[in-house]
């Protein structure tokens, strides 16, 4: 259990609550799915971690990846100073998804997603009517095993959850690099992709859900 106090506390409340209103209930347009269908069990089996990033470095991000060790199922990386290009900041996250299956990190098993406060919102998340509580901006970084998401992702597409053409986002795009990256962690297989530069001194609402 995490015991924060101050912004701290009530940005971890918030987004509990959000998560409540947006992310756990049955939505007709993910075919009476919730959005993230098993992120009601993992708040209740106390499997989701979050922790907070006060400056411009991406170091917290950096050591949260070498040094996870599975305690929880998802450490959510609240972005108090955040790259404010929101193309920037994804961009970020996906040259880094491509530096961990590379073995920058080691570990090639993890995998990240961002949510950033300048993205158009997601249609298809019934969030329009969450009221913040909180007035500073915040981003959040995801942080998970590739490995576990792709698996619930299968289980997941037999049941018919991705079968739906809506949303501000290619989903199928983002299954597709995912799972590529999973096949080839997998595999064993080099990354063939072409290479992006990356920096360890790199700098990197509506929320973009893609479970």
């Known amino acids: 259990m995490n015991f924060y106090t101050g912004l701290e506390k009530d940005v971890s409340e918030e987004i509990r609550a959000w998560s409540l209103h947006?992310?756990?209930?049955?939505n007709v347009d993910y075919n009476n799915f919730p959005v993230c269908p098993?992120?009601?069990?993992?708040?209740?089996?106390?499997?989701?971690?979050?922790t907070f990033k006060y400056d411009t470095s991406f170091?917290?991000?950096?050591?949260?990846?070498?040094?996870?060790?599975?305690?929880?199922?998802?450490?959510?990386?609240?972005?108090?100073?955040?790259?404010p290009?929101?193309?920037?900041?994804?961009?970020?996250?996906?040259?880094?998804?491509?530096?961990?299956?590379?073995?920058?990190?080691?570990?090639?098993?993890?995998y990240l997603m961002?949510?950033?406060?300048?993205?158009e919102s997601n249609e298809l998340i019934d969030d329009t009517t969450f009221e913040t509580k909180v007035?500073?901006?915040?981003?959040?970084?995801f942080i998970q095993r590739l490995s576990l998401l792709c698996k619930s992702s299968e289980k997941l597409m037999s049941k018919g959850y991705y079968n739906r053409k809506q949303g501000s986002y290619d989903i199928k795009a983002v299954l597709t690099r995912?799972?590529?990256?999973?096949?080839?962690?997998?595999?064993?297989?080099?990354?063939?992709?072409?290479?992006?530069?990356f920096s360890y001194g790199e700098k990197g609402s509506s929320r973009k859900v893609a479970c």
Not at 68 to 82: A, G, M, R, S
Not at 135 to 141: E, K, N, S
Not at 183 to 197: F, H, Y
């Open 85 to 110: 290009d929101e193309e920037k900041f994804h961009q970020h996250l996906e040259d880094l998804n491509e530096a961990i299956s590379e073995g920058i990190f080691i570990d090639k098993d993890m």
């Open 59 to 83: 170091q917290p991000l950096y050591s949260i990846i070498s040094a996870y060790n599975d305690q929880f199922e998802l450490i959510i990386l609240v972005d108090l100073e955040y790259e």
């Open 22 to 26: 947006a992310l756990e209930k049955p």
């Open 135 to 141: 007035d500073t901006l915040y981003a959040m970084i």
């Open 178 to 197: 995912r799972n590529e990256l999973y096949r080839r962690l997998k595999s064993g297989e080099p990354n063939n992709i072409t290479k992006k530069t």
């Open 38 to 50: 098993f992120a009601a069990k993992a708040w209740q089996d106390d499997t989701v971690g979050i």
């Open 114 to 119: 961002g949510f950033h406060p300048e993205s």
